[in-house]
């Protein structure tokens, strides 16, 4: 039977903050993953914003966690040479109840720990982001909130636990948990110190001495296998527009939040670290975590929201919509509400609950969860070989003269442009298919590479895509497909 | 051009010449893009006597979309002849080689920059046959990079993501340069000639498709006639697509009426099963090169074809293009204090033609639910389109003369056209040839022609004209390649 020290359930942001953490050590680290790819869950369809920590209520675990993982993301983007921007963040005010929210909301973030807001009044604000409305009448400034790609820091946090030595298992969803003698669920099959066996759908066990459940949506489904059933949690939809490149001349720079509307957050505008303008999200209930589709009255409303924050957002330049899913707890009070990190049973760490400012949290919560483990008997003794930092693919496009003549003699399909609207090319696809944890879809290289994120929304790139694919991976064109759910871009050679 | 040919295919190496041309001297002209625009204004300028000229195209081969574009249609009003798009393409660009054009083909320009204090406008390109990256120096450049397409995206329609729903000149691309067919339902979002010529090029290669939504009714007539029409495609004005469904693969599409406010009235809307949508809703002149560029034509920028703005004809491009051709070099000389060859007779008489707004076109704002008089004849006899009517006791009416007249009476007794298609190419890196029926075939052999075009395989080298099968499906026409595909690199050995 496998066995492994820690197994992590999901391999979101939350699961590869974990496994990243882990790999300091001496242990042996399995995440299993039910998609074929990295953060395919709410990690990846998101804005990309690590708020400051004034939203959540003072002194919460979201609180805190969302302070503390601002801090800690600092390290983090600087060893996994992920793409960042120190955006800073307005929460404007149109209203007198407004500035009493942005008070509020002042106070929530001291108590949390963020030590550097301000309150200044709508000229001062105008100054910092010359287009926001004239109609904004008071601002919280919070310098770190800051802005980054959501997919490129889980997939960087992944590689470099995976070059540290942990393993990661796709398509492997957990159907259930047995436990030994000690977790109340008496499996005799365990081998000694391994408290859970863990059965997978495609019909293998995993043994494990300890559990973390980070599996985001389907996290209270496993914490209901060891633990009575408490939190009720249901998917919320957000849906966003992505606008174009924006000029730089003019371009929108800040996070800008909105007091009148604080749900979550609310819907604010955040520049991308790639130069696009992001608008979203809205909050409905659906009825599954898989219903990501946009509705029409959402994306209005993103619209309007957008228009009253810039006035003069040219909305003919939106370029795509698209819609992802929280877990949201429903049987607990608003005011109440928090994120839950827990010891569900013994050696059984479960985080339920997990939606935004989760992106931030996620360094805090890893430790969190870490330390959970601790308390239940898991050894954190550090492992020398552990390395930090995790080299980036640089586009070719983005590199150094000398460099590209060099990429250039080594394999001159570098020099073959198969995404002009973001610069990609066909060397850079050949690359990322040889990083440790590839794509092996056309969404997973769109994650990787943004192929088909361009103002042509892959009108140019994804028949080339599909061909270039197909061949690296020696297989038919037909056999290509869109994402995580299928789709096949090519059903048959027409001829 | 030989010499030049040879040098090009095995890589000019300009990444390592300082960006300078031949004689370690600036080009004279640098020509972004290698369609009809980009080859009609090389044309001119080289006949106006500038040598230093370069052709810079990010396919493999030349032609621009024309190559995908298996339809006939093109030159009508220059040429007189109704070329399909790989003949119109190729009569260009043999002309361009014939006078000597250098072209360097799998090359993206990234930017365009100037004019620097020596009046030198710089182009930044990339590309395996360029040797690299490139900056190149020229004296002026013509951008004429075409158009991209109009996305589900920017139209905003609400839904879900699925693979299956793709711009129309994607699908002609995939289904007719890459041999890919994206599925066989299909829903054409958008009556424009795009829209309706890729429905009918679906239906030709077996694909069901279930509906044409015309915003308005766009598009020329004769197209209406022969792309749909003629297939008895359901086609319906004033609905749009108000929602996408399926995760992973397209399932279907809500369609409903649009109302005055832009938006949808839900209550008529209805679903229709599809695993296609073809957005085929504009074009946006794609000129994101030129950003960071405050050059204009008195600096030596020129921007002409489809890049400066969409055109309905490539007839317009192709008389655009050699303006702007003729002024760069105009531009060239001048700045030298010498004078600018004249150009060729044949040039000349294309620059001093009319071309005319074919009559044909349907107006913009058809009320919804309108729908084409079921009788209607559009007159293909000549460009000007006329409109016209066969009565129960054979009278025609609309015509302007006496070529209408037996057209609408031949129209209206056993109406016949042009078969436009592909068939597979071996021994080529092209996966499709164009082909074409030397004749027009009665309308109702079509499908049975376009079904024996999938049993048919043809090996590379294959010149234009060249008879792929005689006497297709029985109707006394032969099938004929509309394109030179050479056993070597690219479409047609087009790399030069």
């Known amino acids: 039977m496998e066995t492994t020290d820690v197994v992590i359930i999901g391999a979101g942001v939350l699961g590869c903050a974990v496994a990243r953490e882990l790999s300091r050590y001496r242990l042996s680290v399995t995440v299993l993953e039910r998609a074929h790819d990295v953060g395919e869950g709410s990690s990846k369809a998101n804005s990309g914003v690590l708020h400051a920590g004034f939203h959540p209520r003072g002194g919460s675990l979201k609180g805190r966690s969302c302070v503390e993982g601002n801090a800690l993301m600092r390290t983090l983007v600087r060893e996994l040479q992920v793409p960042f921007v120190e955006s800073g963040g307005l929460m404007v005010a149109f209203h007198d109840d407004g500035v009493e929210k942005l008070r509020k909301k002042a106070s929530q973030g001291r108590q949390n720990g963020v030590t550097d807001l301000s309150l200044v009044d709508g000229d001062a604000a105008r100054v910092l982001e010359p287009r926001l409305s004239s109609k904004v009448i008071a601002a919280l400034v919070a310098p770190t909130t800051a802005v980054v790609t959501p997919f490129h820091l889980v997939l960087a946090m992944a590689q470099n636990a995976a070059v540290n030595g942990v393993r990661f298992r796709f398509s492997a969803q957990v159907e259930r948990v047995e436990g030994n003698a000690d977790t109340g669920l008496g499996s005799a099959l365990l081998p000694a110190g391994h408290r859970y066996l863990l059965h997978l759908t495609d019909g293998s066990r995993l043994a494990a001495r300890f559990v973390a459940n980070m599996a985001g949506d389907d996290a209270q489904r496993l914490d209901s296998l060891v633990h009575p059933a408490d939190y009720e949690i249901q998917p919320r939809l957000g849906e966003f527009l992505v606008f174009d490149k924006q000029d730089p001349a003019d371009a929108v720079t800040h996070v800008i939040y909105q007091a009148e509307e604080t749900d979550e957050g609310g819907t604010l505008l955040a520049p991308t670290v790639e130069g696009n303008l992001l608008a979203g999200p809205t909050a409905r209930n659906v009825s599954g975590f898989d219903v990501t589709a946009s509705s029409a009255d959402g994306l209005e409303h993103v619209r309007r929201v957008a228009l009253k924050l810039i006035p003069d957002l040219d909305v003919s330049t939106v370029i795509a919509n698209f819609a992802g899913v929280r877990a949201n707890i429903t049987n607990v009070a608003k005011e109440q509400k928090d994120f839950v990190v827990r010891a569900s049973a013994e050696g059984f760490v479960s985080a339920l609950g997990i939606k935004n400012p989760g992106l931030t949290a996620s360094p805090a919560l890893a430790l969190l969860a870490i330390d959970e483990l601790r308390k239940q008997g898991l050894r954190l003794e550090l492992d020398p070989a552990f390395d930090p930092v995790r080299p980036a693919h640089v586009p070719f496009l983005k590199r150094p003269a000398a460099d590209q003549e060099r990429l250039l003699q080594e394999d001159p399909t570098h020099g073959h442009v198969i995404c002009r609207c973001e610069g990609v090319t066909e060397g850079d696809v050949r690359a990322v298919l040889r990083e440790s944890l590839p794509p092996h879809t056309i969404d997973g290289v769109k994650k990787r590479l943004r192929t088909g994120m361009g103002r042509c929304q892959g009108a140019f790139c994804t028949p080339r895509l599909v061909a270039t694919m197909a061949a690296l991976l020696d297989v038919p064109e037909t056999a290509i497909v869109s994402g995580e759910r299928g789709g096949h871009y090519v059903t048959r050679m027409a001829k | ?496």
């Open chain 2, 1 to 496: 051009m030989a010499e030049a040919a040879r040098q090009t295919s095995g890589g000019l190496r300009l990444a390592a010449s300082g960006g300078l041309g031949p004689a370690g001297e600036p080009f004279d002209l640098i020509v972004v893009g290698g369609g009809p625009a980009g080859l009609a204004a090389a044309v001119a300028a080289l006949e106006s006597g500038l040598t230093r000229v370069l052709l810079l195209e990010r396919e493999d081969f030349l032609g621009g979309v024309l190559p995908q574009c298996v339809h006939d249609g093109f030159g009508l009003h220059l040429h007189g002849v109704s070329y399909t798009g790989p003949e119109y393409a190729q009569l260009w660009r043999e002309r361009a080689e014939a006078l000597g054009a250098v072209a360097v083909t799998g090359t993206t320009v990234l930017a365009i920059a100037g004019p620097r204090e020596d009046r030198l406008l710089v182009v930044e390109a990339v590309g395996t046959r360029l040797g690299g990256r490139a900056t190149l120096l020229s004296r002026s450049v013509v951008v004429a990079t075409g158009c991209r397409e109009r996305t589900r995206g920017q139209l905003g329609v609400p839904g879900t993501r699925p693979a299956g729903v793709l711009t129309a000149g994607t699908a002609q691309y995939m289904v007719n340069v890459k041999n890919q067919l994206p599925g066989d339902k299909v829903v054409v979002l958008g009556s424009g000639d795009i829209g309706l010529i890729m429905a009918r090029r679906f239906k030709l290669e077996g694909a069901d498709v279930r509906l044409v939504l015309g915003e308005e009714a766009t598009g020329l007539l004769r197209n209406h006639i022969r792309c749909v029409r003629d297939f008895d495609i359901p086609i319906r004005y004033g609905w749009g697509v108000a929602y996408i469904h399926g995760y992973g693969r397209l399932k279907g599409v809500t369609v409903a009426p649009m109302d005055s406010s832009g938006g949808f009235d839900m209550t008529r809307r209805v679903y229709v099963r599809c695993n296609v949508l073809l957005i085929a809703t504009g074009l946006i002149p794609e000129r994101e090169i030129l950003a960071g560029c405050s050059a204009g034509p008195s600096e030596g920028l020129f921007v002409c074809g489809n890049a400066s703005s969409p055109h309905d004809l490539v007839d317009q491009v192709t008389q655009e293009s050699l303006a702007a051709g003729r002024r760069a070099a105009e531009m060239v000389c001048a700045a030298a204090g010498t004078q600018p060859q004249s150009l060729s007779e044949q040039t000349l008489s294309l620059l001093e033609m009319t071309v005319t707004e074919p009559k044909g076109r349907a107006d913009a704002g058809m009320p919804a639910g309108f729908e084409w008089a079921a009788d209607a004849i559009v007159c293909t006899a000549c460009p000007t389109g006329c409109i016209m009517r066969v009565d129960e006791r054979g009278r025609v009416s609309g015509n302007a003369c006496k070529l209408g007249r037996q057209f609408a009476r031949a129209e209206s007794s056993n109406p016949v056209r042009l078969f436009t298609g592909t068939v597979r190419v071996e021994g080529a890196d092209a996966r499709l040839l164009p082909v074409k029926t030397t004749a027009e075939v009665p309308r109702a052999k079509l499908m049975d022609v376009a079904r024996a075009c999938r049993r048919i395989h043809v090996q590379a080298p294959v010149a234009l004209g060249q008879v792929v099968r005689t006497d297709i499906a029985g109707t006394g026409a032969d099938l004929v390649a509309t394109q030179t595909i050479g056993s070597a690199l690219g479409l047609s050995g087009s790399g030069f």
